[in-house]
């Protein structure tokens, strides 16, 4: 399968801050990312799909002007939280699909937090 | 909507025992279906794809799908206490859009 790496791993910033976390393809051109949301004892919520050279398609509810997402290059995808806030913490997982099997690959994940 | 369900759990097993994990989803077009396993603190995990109905066997990982019954499980042999983890359930169509995941059953392997 496809490896995915994140960055960073952990953060923990300010209310009001905004952070940016990276989601890399390591071996594999992707032109299409996943951007995910877990909150603690709750199952994944997809927030947007990242299209390579072109505006992210947001999920239901996601607000694009908070959580910008910018996918510049086949190998790199970025996740800007915007003027962060503590009900922004959770887990942000990226993830691809590669091959032809439709089969998703996720990257380590981002714990966010927001004092 | 589409959806997926499965049993919170949390589902106790000794150590040895079979684990049976079932999911069932809502949208009859789905074609691909994969079991992921979430360790507590990390992201998800690709253990399993199917796609045609029957059984599809991996080393101690059995799954099972019946696209009739829209109903796919997981079976896994001689659970260990390593395989404790919270089990996702998903799915997609043919093209791999509208990946939809279950809420996940926990999954606790006592020794």
């Known amino acids: 399968g496809a490896v995915v790496s994140q960055h960073p791993s952990r953060v923990i910033c300010k209310s009001g801050t905004s952070v940016k976390i990276e989601c890399r393809s390591l071996?594999?051109?992707?032109?299409?990312m996943f951007w995910y949301r877990q909150f603690p004892k709750q199952s994944l919520m997809l927030m947007a799909t990242?299209?390579?050279?072109?505006?992210?398609?947001?999920e239901q509810g996601v607000e694009k002007d908070k959580f910008l997402i910018n996918h510049a290059s086949l190998t790199l995808s970025t996740l800007t939280v915007t003027s962060a806030h503590p009900e922004d913490s959770s887990f942000y997982i990226c993830?691809?699909?590669?091959?032809?099997?439709?089969?998703?690959?996720f990257g380590p994940g981002t714990r966010l937090t927001v004092l | 909507q589409k959806e997926v369900e499965q049993n919170s759990g949390p589902l106790s097993v000794p150590e040895g025992a079979i684990a049976s994990l079932n999911c069932t989803y809502s949208d009859r077009v789905s074609q691909s279906f994969f079991w992921y396993r979430q360790y507590s603190g990390k992201s998800p995990e690709l253990i399993m794809s199917i796609y045609s109905n029957g059984d599809k066997e991996d080393g101690r990982f059995t799954a099972q799908l019946n696209k009739a019954s829209q109903y796919v499980s997981l079976l896994i042999r001689d659970s260990q206490p390593s395989d404790s983890a919270t089990y996702l359930c998903a799915v997609s169509d043919n093209y791999g859009q509208n990946f939809v995941f279950g809420p996940g059953t926990r999954l606790s392997v006592l020794p």
């Open positions: 993830s691809l699909t590669s091959g032809g099997n439709n089969e998703q690959f």
């Open positions: 071996d594999f051109q992707a032109t299409t």
């Open positions: 990242s299209n390579e050279g072109s505006k992210a398609t947001y």
